[in-house]
């Protein structure tokens, strides 16, 4: 088993891209300035709903200290960086009409910031910053949302797509719909139908996300060269036990929640079978004339399947699944009739949905190569966090040391993992725990109007993997070493 398996001392292949990540709303601040509209989130924190009454008002301020920030990328030695765009710098209200010209500068200067620095922009439209005045009509529940989401990213490719040349359409858009529309965690904050809302949210935004795909395809791919896709956040879901009811039960829990968006775009335009069953069965318990799960035209079929160059994956940590019959209420969760547990034995961090389980990403890069015929892929985010924000992060650097040497592996295996991004490059508004849970390579001040940034140990670490492009090969093969964890 991979849990099992040895640490590998050898490199990545030279191609291999090694980034840091950040979002929008969790670094820049100058929330109001040049310009900008309100954002979901803006209203959010605003409504004091978020630990300690954080707000991303000031943020890390990298709206004002990116050239600082892109310094920091360039002593590490990254090969890319990836950020976020906030639609409500380029379109104050969510529409077109209302473009803002001193919002798409401040992407222009940090695009050329970075290309000054060598660095690859890796560019994400949308990091759940919808603009509060398409919320005030239904958000990402009112499919008008389509047209405005796509007009926006036409208008993004023809400014930036010069020089950013990897794109992604949304971050995680489970997260959007069912912490968003689901169970009221994030912004908008919406739980009033947690079994219908979250479904209508995804529709919505896989055919925004396929719509903008197709936009690049057609208007820019030819003259502009890039490449397109989204990035899917999943867990590895680890059966609970051997027994094929609890194998089938993780194998269902991955498709309710990473199939849910790849399936339709990495395979065949459709959710994965086993949601349509599933949701169609509880819905007629439920008395429903028709599923809770929309349906897709044959034409949007065609017009989703296939759009992505390769594959974006945020990935954190990792569960057991049992299956277990649950009709409690009517929910998206409750539909999948699993349960859900962590091992006590894994390590803890600063957030308590993350279990430090290094195995479970080559786990979960094996099952992606399996199920969506081994594309491309990115790791678009990983990494972890502490609440002290300590600059000694030894815990950080065994974290990133046993998670990567696993995508080593993976690579072994024969999966296409073509780069890794680091989450963070700062510490950052950590959503609705605010600046209590710490990701960042850097410690960043929070306290000082200045937010001076200071390098923690990881970041050092992360600079040095960076230069070897991964880990020296033992000269002595006969004792071989094994990973402290
Ligand atoms: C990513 O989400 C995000 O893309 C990034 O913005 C974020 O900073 C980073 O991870 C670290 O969290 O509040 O207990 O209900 C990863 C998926 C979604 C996992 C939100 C934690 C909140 C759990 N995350 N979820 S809770």
Known sequence: HHKDAPFLHKKFPPYFMWG??????????????????????????????????????VACDSYNKYKEDVQLMKEMGVTHYRFSIAWTRIFPTGKAD?????????????????????IIPMATLYHWDLPQQLEDVGGWLNDTVIEHYRDYADRV????????????????PFVTCWLGYGIAVHAPGKYEKPGVDPYICAHNIIRSHAKAWHTYDDKYRESQRGKISITLDADWKEPKTNSSADRAAAERAEQFKLGWFAHPIYKNGDYPKVMKEFVAKKSKAQG?????????????????????????LNHYTTQYVADKED?????????????VTVDPNWASSGSSWLKVVPWGLRSLLNWIKYEYNNPDLYVTENGVSDKNGTLNDTFRINFYNGYINNVLKAIDDGCNVKGYTAW?????????????????????????????????????WFKKLINTNGWEELKDASSPKYHPD
């Open 157 to 172: 490719f023809s400014e930036l797509g010069d020089d950013v040349k990897l794109w992604l359409t949304f971050n995680e």
């Open 98 to 118: 209302s473009y803002n010209a001193a919002g798409m500068q401040y992407y222009k200067d940090l695009v050329a910031e970075l290309k000054n620095n060598s």
């Open 327 to 339: 009709s409690s209420y009517v929910s998206y969760d409750k539909d999948q009739d699993i349960d």
């Open 20 to 57: 840091t990540a950040t979002a929008s709303y969790q670094i820049e601040g100058a929330w109001n300035v040049s310009g900008k509209g309100e954002s979901i989130w803006d209203k959010f924190s605003h409504a004091g709903v978020i630990h300690n009454q954080d707000t991303g008002d």
């Open 288 to 312: 429903l004339p028709v599923s809770r799960l929309p349906q897709f035209t044959e034409a949007e079929k065609c017009m989703i399947k296939g759009t992505y160059d390769f594959f974006g």
């Open 424 to 460: 963070s490059l700062l510490d950052n508004f950590e959503w609705r725990q605010g600046y209590s849970e710490k990701f960042g390579l850097h410690y960043v001040d929070f306290d000082d109007p200045d937010r001076p940034r200071e390098t923690k140990d990881s970041a050092k």
